[in-house]
């Protein structure tokens, strides 16, 4: 899959929900590689921020991100308009906003979505890198109970599970198997508050925006008649007899587990904080912003440590290329064919595989008495799976051969030695042209980098 990014800019305004600001938001195409990005264009300089987990500095009513160089330099209430731009398969973002928060508009990201479906969404050159759960990841607050649990799956879905001790808001589950759902089923879900919380935000000078346009507002505590046509007056509320407790909005609820299906919404706006799109199930059992970006943040620690996931390999599955096929492209021969299959390729990425024998020639000088894989036929077979996908782009490839010009940054991180299967992964850098390629290759053992190397190979005509 293609990175993407909006086929044009579009705009969005309405009040912050805790500064009460009137507040203009402009999303932008972006360049490959971009990601999302906020640029608060009302201070001087238009500085910006990258929006990823490590740049969170507080989850209270929302997630708030800040640039490291300068804390001013923040936006709040991010995560309605992340969680539209991740479920429509953006990439690549960058988004003007001239105020400390996003605005409000109805607590939902409905706007944000039918804006992105309004100017459509373009593809671009470069590959989408995917975040691929190979095993089970889990984050859990202690003091709560809550967590959140991350296992494998060929695609994304979420299971949220919410509980709150409420006579009104009880037990309630939503889930999301499909993101191409998203706008119908989760996006126009709305925020929601308890009156009891709303005193201690407002003191805390927090949802000078908030009104009953912008939220669920739920009365689930009874309260002195006086108090609650108080608090009724200070958030420009109709007066409600303090016995009859529920929902105080006007409107209905959309669904009748809204609340889940938003903390749903919420979860997949922090989720978007990774930087890459995921591939895994998540189950979510009282979800809040705190230990969603506390996920978003283990992964992306993952991402920094090895910036790059081993292939998936599957040995049951039919190669792409067998070392039959492989044989027809590649001149080389025993001893020097070290290549077994080739099981992925497009026009600019290639996954190969070596299964190293103890039976391998090499073994019996390297070293005999503990055999070890020598790095520089590492490098020989990651070159010949590059010399693959270079010679998968003539006519005729059975005359043609690769010969390597250079070989750069090549890092050897562990051994390899009989029993292991490596799985070469190459990239071209940058498009073939007149007949030279260069690439990026890595080499794995299970989901360990074991060597690297950067190479540039030319086509060149048999004789």
């Keep these: 899959m293609k990175q993407r990014t909006l086929k044009q800019a579009f705009t969005v305004a309405g009040k912050g929900l805790h500064t009460g600001l009137q507040i203009e938001t402009t999303f932008q195409p972006a360049e490959v590689g971009t990601g999302y990005v906020f640029r608060r264009v009302d201070l001087d300089g238009s500085p910006t921020v990258e929006a990823v987990a490590e740049h969170v500095i507080e989850t209270q009513r929302g997630t708030v991100i800040a640039s490291r160089a300068n804390k001013d330099v923040r936006v709040s209430t991010i995560e309605h308009a992340m969680a539209a731009l991740y479920a429509a398969g953006i990439d690549n973002c960058l988004i003007d906003v001239n105020a400390p928060e996003l605005p409000i508009l109805d607590g939902s990201a ?275 799976v590059g010399g693959i996908l270079v010679l998968s782009s003539v006519d005729e490839p059975e005359r043609y051969s690769t010969y390597f010009l250079k070989i750069d940054n090549v890092k050897f991180r562990q051994k390899v030695v009989p029993g292991d299967t490596i799985v070469f992964h190459l990239q071209l850098l940058t498009p073939i042209r007149r007949g030279t390629a260069v690439m990026k290759g890595y080499a794995f053992v299970g989901e360990k980098v074991v060597s690297e190397a950067e190479f540039m190979a030319q086509i060149v005509k048999n004789k």
């Design 110 to 384: 409905i706007c944000f979505a039918e804006k992105i479906d309004e100017v459509g969404v373009v593809e671009q050159e470069a590959e989408k890198d995917f975040y691929v759960v190979k095993q089970r990841i889990k984050v859990v607050d202690e003091n709560t109970g809550s967590s959140l649990i991350v296992l494998p799956d060929d695609d994304f879905a979420i299971d949220t599970m919410i509980e709150f001790d409420s006579p009104v808001l009880g037990n309630q589950f939503a889930s999301l198997s499909n993101l191409a759902h998203f706008k119908q089923e989760i996006a126009a879900c709305r925020t929601f508050v308890f009156v009891r919380e709303v005193m201690p935000l407002l003191q805390m000078n927090l949802i000078k925006g908030g009104d009953l346009d912008n939220a669920i507002v739920i009365y689930d505590t009874a309260m002195p008649q006086e108090e609650l046509d108080k608090l009724a007056d200070v958030m420009h509320l109709p007066h409600k007899p303090a016995g009859e407790l529920g929902f105080l909005n006007n409107k209905p609820l959309k669904f009748r587990n809204e609340p889940a299906r938003h903390k749903l919404l919420d979860l997949l706006g922090d989720l978007a904080l990774i930087g890459r799109p995921l591939k895994g199930r998540i189950v979510a059992t009282r979800p809040g912003h705190s230990l969603n970006t506390q996920l978003s943040k283990k992964i992306r620690q993952e991402l920094r440590r090895q910036n790059v996931q081993a292939p998936t390999y599957d040995p049951s599955c039919e190669p792409l290329l067998d070392v039959n096929k492989i044989r027809k492209l590649l001149p080389h021969r025993f001893p020097m064919q070290m290549v077994d299959k080739i099981i992925e390729m497009s026009s600019d990425h290639i996954v190969g595989v070596k299964c190293v024998s103890v039976n391998e020639p090499f073994f019996q000088g390297h070293f005999p008495d503990e055999p070890v894989m020598p790095g520089v036929l590492q490098v020989e077979a990651m070159a010949q």
